[in-house]
């Protein structure tokens, strides 16, 4: 198993960044390396010549807009850059047909389809002062007739102090930047759940999961009673979304093993031993997780029993990418590697 040598790693102290680095992280996050999840939609090609030489001059506005709201270093202009960028992006949208071009050259933009392209979800933040990290976003829904359906997010995160135990609407949802579509079906009905990133605060980190359902109105609802505890030896009351909190230089797993059929992330510590701080969290090696079941996440307390001895490290996968970040689908497929390398003959 990878564990003590990704720890190791994750330990490493990291230089000092700019401003604009986590939005180039979530490019980071969002590159089908990463997350195993393509962002392009597999209709994409019903597009006419006509019709990709106009996206593209859209996108090419975009691009401009963009990189001002990411590198902008004037909260003035990055916030005047982000508006003109939404209204920009809305008319592209109006277009018929927008729901298969893919938009992949804007730079802040999380573009992830739903596994059967019955909608895709666009998500991005830009900083508003030094403490402040605000998460945008739409639905965009796949119409048969190539018009727009749209439902704008409105992140109400700065106004709740109750984000875990409420259904919420796109007009109040909790913002991330999602980097992860999970779709399952329970008694007919199908549930998206979803994983993402927010640049919560100076000190630290969130990784978000929820349960995404479309209402008999065929209007989006996030979260519900889909987080359970109830397989753990300790009592605790079932959420309605689930989140990680961690010190902002961790480098943490938060994803979807298709192999195992669960959500996978690390079992964080404080390395302090201020439990009370959760920008002191880092992971300690070991593993947990959600396993679907009945209509509902229920949660693993420990993933894998067995770690590698001290010193032990694989020399059979590259685990870490260029920029040193940890390659998730590869470390979930060299955990199940290591896992049947020690499995004990059965006996039955």
């Known amino acids: 198993m990878v ?30 390396a990463v997350t195993g999840q393509t962002t392009l939609s597999p209709g994409r ?19 401009g807009l963009s990189n001002q709201v990411l590198f902008a270093e004037d909260p003035a202009i990055r916030l005047r850059s982000d508006s003109q960028f939404v209204r920009t992006l809305v008319r592209a949208l109006k277009l018929k047909n927008s729901f298969y071009f893919p938009f992949d050259s804007l730079l802040p933009i999380s573009r992830i389809y739903a596994p059967d392209s019955s909608f895709r979800i666009m998500t991005w933040q830009y900083k508003k002062d030094e403490y402040t990290y605000l998460q945008e976003g739409a639905i965009q829904v796949r119409q048969q007739d190539g018009s727009l359906k749209l439902f704008p997010l409105f992140d109400a995160s700065m106004f709740t102090k109750k984000p875990l135990d409420s259904v919420r609407t796109n007009r109040n949802w909790i913002g991330a930047v999602y980097y992860r579509i999970v779709q399952k079906t329970y008694n007919g009905q199908k549930f998206y759940t979803l994983l993402g990133f927010d640049d919560f605060s100076l000190g630290s980190n969130k990784k978000w999961m929820e349960v995404l359902h479309f209402n008999e109105k065929e209007e989006p ?37 298709p192999n195992m059929d669960m959500i996978i992330y690390d079992h964080l510590i404080s390395e302090e031993e201020d439990s009370a701080r959760k920008d002191t969290y880092i992971p300690d090696g070991d593993y947990e997780g959600f396993k679907w ?20 490290f694989p020399q059979d996968e590259k685990i870490l990418d260029e920029s040193g970040n940890a390659n998730e689908d590869k470390l979930m497929d060299q955990s199940q590697k290591n896992r049947q390398k020690t499995k004990k003959p059965s006996t039955q």
């Open 3 to 32: 564990i003590a040598f990704i720890y190791r790693m994750k330990r490493q102290p990291i230089k000092r960044i700019p401003y604009f680095f986590p939005g180039i992280l979530f490019m980071l996050f969002l590159t089908p």
């Open 45 to 63: 090609q019903i597009l006419s010549k006509a019709e990709k030489r106009e996206f593209l001059i859209r996108q090419d506005t975009l691009k």
């Open 221 to 257: 609802l996030f979260g519900g009673p889909f987080i359970s505890f109830r397989e753990d030896t300790a009592i605790k009351q079932t959420q309605y979304r689930f989140n990680i909190e961690y010190k902002k230089e961790a480098i943490t797993t938060f994803n979807y093993d």
């Open 293 to 312: 079941k009945d209509g509902a996440w229920v949660h693993v307390d420990k993933v894998f029993h067995f770690k590698l001895k001290d010193g032990d």
